[in-house]
């Protein structure tokens, strides 16, 4: 190992050969499940060392040969730091069942239905939301929610479609739901989180008027054109947005 560990792209090659699936972005979503955590030099780039390595290879070992879901990697996990077995580990039959009531190869399945939805590895107006359909039961195993929690960010706006009940979720509100459970939990409520479709619909009105014209010319050229500038407008408008709330949030605690 390098003096000061390996990059995140250093990583990526060792494990490439034997993971052909891994991605940077799946690095970084494992990260952001909390079932890694590389040091951080002091300028924020990430630094893995040897038992890093390991441990990514023990997580996509898990994943790939024996369809364990996240959940059950990150309990075994925790065993194995704590100095327990990690447990008896075998592989899934079709009606093999976890703990929350998924069954494991479709708790599998949602979870790189989820890693895709939050990757970063190219334009996201470029591709459709990632092909999973999750029931209102499997939403909730996903995500901690309750039934009518969920019900509740449906009739908001903020997951599946708000005229239809029986309508499936896609991987987008896959997403969705897993931000409006953290926010739920610091104290919110759902009819709270109104505002941010409300500002959605907002700024998709916007967009429509700088991009219609492009759209309309039913060329694939145009609608490239009209996809890369819809994709920067979102990015700068995202980081106007962070900007505004940062600086009246630091007036706020700050003041007097």
């Known amino acids: 190992m ?6 995140i792209g250093e990583v990526l090659n060792q494990l490439k050969e034997e993971f052909e699936d891994i991605t940077i972005s799946k690095i970084r979503f494992l990260e952001s499940e909390g079932l890694i955590y ?3 030099t002091e300028s924020g780039y990430r630094k893995f060392t040897d038992d890093d390595v390991d441990r990514l290879r023990f997580i996509l070992s898990a994943q790939r040969d024996h369809y364990l879901p996240l959940r059950v990697i990150r309990e ?6 704590a100095g327990e077995p990690a447990g008896d580990v075998r592989a ?14 479709r708790a599998a399945e949602i979870a790189r239905a989820l890693e895709a939805a939050v ?3 190219g334009p996201l107006l470029d591709q459709p939301a990632a092909r999973v359909s999750l029931s209102l039961r499997e939403l909730c195993d996903a995500t901690g929610l309750e039934a009518d929690a ?3 960010l449906r009739e908001y706006g903020i997951v599946g479609d708000r005229g ?6 896609d991987a987008d509100d896959l997403l969705a739901a897993r931000a409006a459970r953290d926010l739920l939990r610091l104290g919110l409520e759902p009819r709270h989180l109104r505002m941010y479709r ?3 619909d907002r700024e998709l009105a916007l967009f429509e008027q700088l991009v219609t014209p492009l759209l309309r010319q039913r060329n694939p050229e145009a609608r490239r054109q009209a996809t890369r500038q819809l994709e920067e407008l979102a990015g700068l408008t995202g980081r106007m947005k962070r900007a505004l709330l940062v600086r009246a949030l630091r007036t706020y605690v700050h003041r007097g």
């Open 119 to 121: 990757g970063d590895s």
């Open 2 to 7: 390098a003096a000061d560990g390996f990059t």
């Open 198 to 200: 409300q500002f959605v």
């Open 150 to 152: 969920v019900k509740s």
């Open 38 to 40: 590389p040091d951080r």
């Open 76 to 81: 075994q996990l925790e065993r194995l730091d």
């Open 164 to 169: 239809d009940d029986g309508a499936a979720f």
């Open 92 to 105: 899934p039959t079709d009606d093999t069942v976890d703990g929350d009531g998924l069954a494991s190869k």
